[in-house]
């Protein structure tokens, strides 16, 4: 739908967008009926009014793809190709506009920081399937770290075992792995075991220190790795096609593609969670939307295609939940530069309506679920909220929400907190 509006001084937003879809719908360009969603103030949605252009349609195609005929933009064809294996949720909403906000939410439950991430929740409720990797795996961007850095893969008041370990993918992936001077097997052995007895002892002079009973299990965790994480990061042991689908060929999807592909190479050695991260607010696109999306969905498309494509191959998908998505999505009106060049417009945060997909480990795929109202402004049909998401991941994955939880400071503390929390079942297979 492409509606122009030049806002008013001294109108509200809400009332000038709903005069226009008023002229809209008498001109047959909207059905009868056709209204924003009751209770939605756009203007509280715009932090820089002063700023804002006339709604803003999408610059890019939209057509159906696979058996199923989900609708995908053209910037996206690599993930046209596995539609059919996917779910798109298309009725997300958030509570708060704030990229450090919503990221908190997004990760640990709640707008606050200190909470533990979900990948710490999930590998508290599972486990580790390789005692010789990390159970939880980060594989954030060289180019930039995400907002939050660190806090996004914290274990918060979970036992410190349960965060996240950062491993980078270029150069060594893990510093100072390998030791500098290289000793005879026996003499690693004798060195290790007299370390074992000496940390053992420490750690029985000091009961209950989590802190410290982490810190010895990174230790020694950091010595298994020596053989095991050297091989799992080895990619010059995959084929030259399995390269190829990934885009490491490519200077554009070369970085992200290496990512997904030591992150399918972890899972199948049994690390039990491996969290990615493109380079920090690539989609964060204020101005110069179509630019930005053209790069974004560039870099990302043909590597995340490849991950969902090659896991299905190889007998992982049906086991392996993909989660892709970000904090919140955008407004749909035009953000201009101070120039009011609408050439460079984009749009500004909107909580109450963004889409995520998923894949695997009972997902229904080729489905949609959920939509938002004619403007893109809001969720609608069969909202899904942020508690509701985790819910419905805990779920896949085995766990159920309401149990999986710690005592905290004489309370009992869980993902979602004191939200209210549905799993979604409309996309379970």
Known sequence: MDLEIEFRDGVS???????ALRVAIRSGRLPPGSALPPSRDLASEVRAVRDTG????????????GQSGIELSEMLPHLANVVDDICVVRSMFTTHLAHEAALFLMHGGRILPTRPSLGSWITYGL??????????????DPKGPPINFIQNWQSGWLPAV???????SEGSPILNLQPKQEYPGIIVDMSRSLLHRMDSAHRDRHPGNAELEARIASYELAARMQLEATDALDLSKETAATKESYGM??????????????????????????QIYIESQI?????????????????????????????????????TLVLWGGEFGRLPIAQLTPDKD?????????????????????????????????LGLAAVENRVSVPDWHATVL?????????????????????TGVNEAHGVRGILA
Request: proline share 3%; with cysteine.
């Open 283 to 319: 989609w964060d696109n204020h101005n110069k939307i179509r630019q930005g999306l053209e790069y974004a969905c560039g870099k990302t498309d043909q590597p995340a295609a490849a991950l969902v494509r090659d896991l299905k191959e190889r007998g992982l998908l049906d086991s």
């Open 127 to 140: 486990g580790s399937e390789n005692q010789n990797l990390p159970a939880y795996v980060v594989l954030d």
């Open 13 to 19: 937003l809400r009332r000038q967008l709903e005069d």
């Open 249 to 274: 060929n490519e200077e554009r999807t070369a970085s992200y593609g290496k990512r997904c592909l030591m992150a399918r190479r972890l899972v199948e050695r049994g690390v039990r969670l491996v």
């Open 395 to 415: 779920h896949l994955l085995g766990l159920d929400n309401e149990r999986l939880g710690l005592e905290m400071n004489g309370l009992r503390e869980w993902l």
């Open 162 to 168: 349960y965060q996240g370990t950062r491993v980078r």
């Open 54 to 65: 006339g709604l803003m349609p999408s610059p890019f195609q939209f057509s159906k793809h």
């Open 342 to 374: 609408e050439r460079k417009a984009g749009r500004d945060h909107n909580k109450n309506a963004f889409c995520t997909w998923m894949a695997g480990a009972g997902v229904k795929g080729g489905t949609t679920y959920g939509a938002t109202d004619e």
